[in-house]
């Protein structure tokens, strides 16, 4: 299974999915181009990398309490 980090086109499939999967507005694709904006993806990334960090330590935190 390739990563979907090897292709822009990878990362923007899995983005739907996991958009879709929450429920709620329905995300789909559309046939409309816009330019790359590699700023706003950093700040993105960087927003879902800490994000994620800050619950993977919450929720280690919580199993380590319920010991």
């Not at 899995?14 to 999967?21: E, F, G, M, R």
């Not at 919450?58 to 199993?63: F, H, M, R, S, Y």
Request: aromatic content about 6%; some cysteine.
């Amino acid at each position: 299974m390739p990563n979907i980090f090897d292709e822009p086109k990878l990362l923007k499939a899995w983005a739907i999915k996991l958009a879709n999967a929450c429920g709620g507005q329905v995300v789909e694709k559309t046939i409309h181009l816009k330019k790359s904006n590699p700023n706003r993806i950093k700040e993105l990334l960087d927003e879902f990398v800490k994000d994620h960090n800050e619950n993977t330590l919450k929720v280690a935190k919580e199993l380590y309490e319920e010991e």
